[in-house]
């Protein structure tokens, strides 16, 4: 099981702590926040690309090639109605890609991560509202 517990701070800032691991997600000026942090679409993108990389470290590992160099680019396009990202491209970078076996083999590492399967597969989401003692 994952959690994660997200606590406000102020205007539209947040502090997520996972596992002890803290950040900061807010907005920009121009939606009424400090910038003091990613925004939830950049964190997706951040644990979608953060997902391939590992896997793509893993192929890498396995046939003992290097690491060195490894970049992942996630983009995303805003879809509406109703607004969500409709779309994402991830862009491996590899000393190896001029090789057609590795970047098959890289590609195919990528598709495995475990964000990229959720994303596929919608999962099911419940959402529970419980009340907290005021405060004094």
Do not use: W
């Not at 000026?29 to 391939?52: I, W």
């Not at 396009?77 to 862009?91: D, L, Q, T, V, Y």
Request: aromatic share 6%.
């Amino acid at each position: 099981m994952y959690e994660t517990n997200v606590r406000f701070l102020n205007g539209v800032s947040f502090e997520v702590d996972s596992r002890g691991h803290k950040i900061i997600c807010d907005q920009p000026a121009e939606n009424g926040g400090a910038d003091a942090g990613m925004t939830p679409p950049e964190l997706m993108l951040a644990s979608l690309g953060t997902c391939a990389g590992f896997y793509a470290v893993q192929y890498l590992k396995a046939r003992k090639l290097s690491e060195e160099g490894l970049n992942v680019r996630v983009t995303g396009e805003k879809a509406m109605n109703p607004p969500r990202i409709g779309s994402f491209r991830i862009e491996v970078e590899s000393q190896y890609a001029t090789d057609e076996r590795h970047r098959e083999g890289l590609r195919r590492a990528v598709e495995k991560c475990l964000i990229h399967h959720t994303l596929m597969h919608a999962p099911t989401i419940e959402i529970a509202i419980q009340q907290v003692p005021a405060a004094v």
